[in-house]
């Protein structure tokens, strides 16, 4: 079983593995370059590492499992969390939502639960009809606006009501989505 130190942010919980034994680096790149003293460290997901401390304002605790990955989606991702901004919404009008670089990463563990083919995470999630809620600062305007994405070009019901819900309604994309789309409900 690995341990791993849990961390919260804004739209979710993460987790870095937590090392706090020499055995646990045998075989690995860091053997060589970290001593016992530097323990216990904790290993981010680009292979880097760094000295683990409880005193960091994120820091909630350390689990122990072998489960890949160690949370539950709807922890990394915080699933229909009050102040949702970006992120994903499924076609039953579930948020999860993801930091301003998260898309792709969370594309993929919700690829990996909710679809079948996760080989590209972000067409298959949009395929079954996900939306995929960015950033749309364009370099000029002094604030940062919220772009509604749809591969198919459709929408639910539900995911309009929960544009609605998010303030999203008239955003000129959701508006042509609906129009589109409003026949069908």
Known sequence: MKKYAVYKSDTGYYCREYIDDMRQLKGTKFERFVMEDKLPIVIDSGGGYSEFSE???????????????????????????ENFRLGWISPEGDTYSCGYTGHNKAAKYLAEKFCLDSRTPEQALGKRGWLKIIDSWNGVRREHGQFVYSLSGKITKRQADKLFDLGLYNNEEVAKMIKNCENNW
Do not use: A, S, W
């Not at 994120?58 to 160690?70: A, H, K, L, S, Y």
């Not at 990394?76 to 969390?81: A, G, H, I, L, V």
């Open 55 to 81: 005193k960091d304002y994120r820091f909630v605790g350390i689990i122990e499992t072998d489960r890949q990955p160690p949370l539950p989606v709807e922890k990394m991702y915080f699933k229909n969390k």
